[in-house]
């Protein structure tokens, strides 16, 4: 490397590129090269460390992978939304709701607050686990303000069963919050309600539906899971962060009673459209189901 700076190297290309490390070597140049090509990485850009450019090549090839398949999902989903496939989905998956609905207790309620406890118990925590936990809390603290005057250690070993520590403290924080700043009056708009701490879209969504009826659908893993499968979409790996997914799911939305729709997608993906051996023998999505069209070509070995 004599007479060059440090973090220079000469190569075949004749090309001297102001390495930031003297340790290149072929497959470094050829990654280099291949990156250029790619036009991730113009001529003369400083680069990291030898060991990334293996990462960047690779990612490259993830990134135009996922590319692919997000183009494909989206042709899709325009070839879906042209046709009856929409509207067939709304018809026989409400169908299906209106046949099973499951009856819980937060179900049965319009009082915001109590649908804004259940709906933070029921993260990621299974329904019939959260159902008894959730009647002792609404019984013990009946309002917003029963809950933001109690100490936190008391909801905390309240939600201890479910594990949900860290949530005890954010609910008893919202209902302060709610309190102070909205004088006890429920919140009654999604971004109002985004603002509590440990509030997502979902949360606030689906309070808005089923509390006040208004059209907002929601979009979770269970109901990405439906709609990536029925539809042949993919979303890439945050589902609700997923633009296509938040389409699908606003076309597949009725335009009234949005809050049963929201219960039935949920109750089809607990029930039916499982993560794991869902029951498509079954379904009565099936005779349209991309999925289930895909396995019967391609079978499991
Ligand atoms: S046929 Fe299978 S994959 Fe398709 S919606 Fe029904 S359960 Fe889900």
């Known amino acids: 490397m004599g007479g060059l700076a440090r973090g220079t190297h000469r190569y075949r290309g004749g090309c001297v590129p102001p390495y930031q490390f003297p340790h290149t070597n072929k497959g470094c140049i050829q990654a280099e090269r291949t990156l250029q090509m790619l036009g991730a990485l113009p001529c003369g850009k400083p680069l990291p460390r030898l060991w990334r450019l293996g990462g960047l ?41 209106d ?29 019939a686990k959260v159902a008894p936990i959730y009647q002792t809390f609404v019984a013990r603290y009946p309002t917003l303000g029963d809950l933001a005057a109690v100490p936190v250690e008391e909801v905390v070993s309240l939600l201890q069963p479910l594990g949900l520590f860290g949530r005890a403290e954010r609910l008893r924080r919202s209902a302060q919050i709610v ?22 879209p979902y949360i606030a969504r689906s309070v808005c539906a089923h509390a006040y009826g208004q059209p907002l659908a929601v979009l979770d893993t269970n109901v ?20 296509l997914l938040w389409e699908a799911a606003l076309a ?38 991309d999925w289930a069209a895909q396995q019967i070509r391609t079978p499991c070995p």
Not at 64 to 72: P, S, V
Not at 224 to 243: D, N, P, Q
Request: net charge positive.
């Open 224 to 243: 990405a899971r439906i709609l990536e499968r029925f539809f042949g979409l993919e979303g890439g790996r945050v589902k609700w962060r997923s633009s």
């Open 179 to 200: 309190l102070e700043k909205y004088g006890g009056k429920f919140p009654r708009t999604e971004a109002e309600l985004l603002e509590l701490p440990g509030v997502g």
């Open 57 to 97: 090549l690779k990612k490259e090839k993830m990134v135009a992978a996922a590319q692919e398949r997000l183009e494909r999902s989206k042709k899709n989903l325009q070839e879906h939304l042209g046709t009856g496939k929409v509207k067939w989905f709304r018809r026989h998956l409400g169908a299906w709701g």
């Open 99 to 127: 046949r099973h609905f499951r009856d819980f207790p937060w179900r049965r309620t319009k009082d915001p607050y109590a649908i804004f406890v259940a709906e933070f118990l029921l993260q990621q925590t299974n329904a």
């Open 252 to 289: 597949a939305a009725p335009k009234k009673q949005v809050g049963v729709w929201n219960l039935a997608l949920l109750d089809f993906g607990a029930a039916v459209c499982t993560a794991k051996n869902p029951g498509c023998a079954e379904c009565p999505l099936r005779s349209q189901c």
